[in-house]
């Protein structure tokens, strides 16, 4: 596949070597392949390949002609009214070769999972990653430790449909760990709990159980709490450039710039992300139900189906705050998370509506032009 110098759109990553001969690599299992096949019944020319990176309108692909450019079929993507998903890091792709420039991507394949959250400039649907097996859930032990920012991430991560993993980083320079160990454990029951150290190497090899080949994890969390760092532990060498954090308020800045993955010496795939200023849900009800499953289960002891949990008499949920078993904290950050999924949900609705609405009014036109030129003939 002909490689461009495109040495400032890889300036976060040192040398990180892609060398695949073959998809079969990159966790292309019979899921996607029988996906391809059906495209490529339509099209022998097709190719399928998987999204590294994203800039802008360009994507780095690998396929078993190795790395290279693509860009978008137009008429395809860019159709005005024409619903079609759009590629993000992790996505396997149909592609057809281009020996002269850049490759053209023809369709997304069906996604095993993603993870997304609501762009809140344009209040739209944001896939960050697509594709994964793991989400590694990023949180320093330090100033900027934030159970509700946990909360959001970890509801994301189940929503998604993978299994979620709280990373809590920096051990080697925290005063106590195992207070920011239980406080996450008591927090999100079900969810796994790791303590490491970039640095030093404590609790690295306890995440090696998810390193398999062919798996893909990927890495989220806010500015600062050493996802590059973590990346670089796990590769064993250095793959990533990273910055120091602010010593004031525990803040970094972003290392990261776009979404990448990393294809590390013993087959696993890592899609590193930049840091994330804020998480807004877009759908969540899956996520909510396995993130508060403690509060979930403890409703369904009220005494009415629809027990808004204020003033009704047998309301188990507020039996449970008066007992202290739900903390306020905890139940105040499940009624946000609440209203934000509810909110999330309309818009999805609205969205699919919408474009029900455009893909209807372009069928009728493709019927009106053909008993248009029925009718000439």
């Known amino acids: 596949m002909k490689d461009k110098d495109h040495s400032k759109d890889n300036n976060e990553t040192k040398g990180v070597q892609m060398n695949i001969t073959s998809i079969e690599r990159l966790g292309y299992s019979e899921y996607f392949k029988e996906r391809f096949h059906k495209l490529q019944g339509v099209d022998k020319q097709l190719i399928p390949g998987r ?209 990448q993955l990393i294809v590390l010496d013993d087959g696993t795939m890592v899609i590193d992300t930049p840091g994330m200023r804020e998480l807004e849900l877009w759908s969540a009800d899956a996520g909510m139900e396995e993130t508060f499953q403690d509060i979930e289960s403890i409703a369904e002891g009220c005494r009415f189906r629809d027990c808004s949990h204020k003033e009704e008499p047998g309301c188990a949920v507020r039996e449970a705050l008066r007992s202290g078993e739900i903390s306020e904290k905890r139940w105040n950050n499940y009624q946000k998370l609440k209203r934000e999924a509810e909110f999330a949900r309309t818009k999805e609705e609205q969205s699919a509506r919408v474009q029900k609405k455009l893909q209807d009014r372009k069928f009728g036109k493709m019927l009106k032009d053909h008993k248009k030129k029925k009718s000439i003939y």
Do not use: C
Request: a neutral charge.
């Open 51 to 259: 999204v590294a990176a994203v800039h802008r309108e360009r994507y780095q692909v690998i396929t078993d002609l190795g790395e290279g450019w693509a860009t978008l079929k137009g008429s395809i993507f860019y159709n005005n009214g024409q619903s079609v998903t759009y590629p993000t890091t992790g996505d396997f792709v149909a592609i057809r070769h281009n020996t002269a420039g850049d490759d053209i991507i023809f369709q997304v394949l069906e996604r095993r999972s993603e993870f997304s959250r609501l762009d809140s400039f344009n209040r739209t649907k944001q896939v960050v990653a697509a594709n994964f097996d793991y989400v590694l859930i990023l949180s320093s032990m330090n100033k900027d430790f934030n159970l509700n920012r946990l909360d959001r991430y970890i509801v994301s991560a189940w929503e998604s449909g993978a299994e979620p993993l709280v990373v809590l980083t920096k051990s080697d320079i925290s005063e106590n760990p195992e207070h920011f160990i239980r406080s996450v454990r008591e927090n999100s029951p079900g969810v796994q709990v790791f303590a490491v150290s970039s640095i030093t190497g404590e609790g690295i090899s306890s995440l090696k159980d998810y390193l398999k080949r062919e798996s893909t994890l990927v890495l989220l969390g806010s500015s600062g709490v050493g996802k590059s760092s973590l990346v670089n532990a796990l590769a064993g060498t250095e793959v990533m450039k990273v910055k120091e954090i602010r010593e004031d308020d525990s803040k970094g800045k972003h290392t990261t710039t776009h979404r």
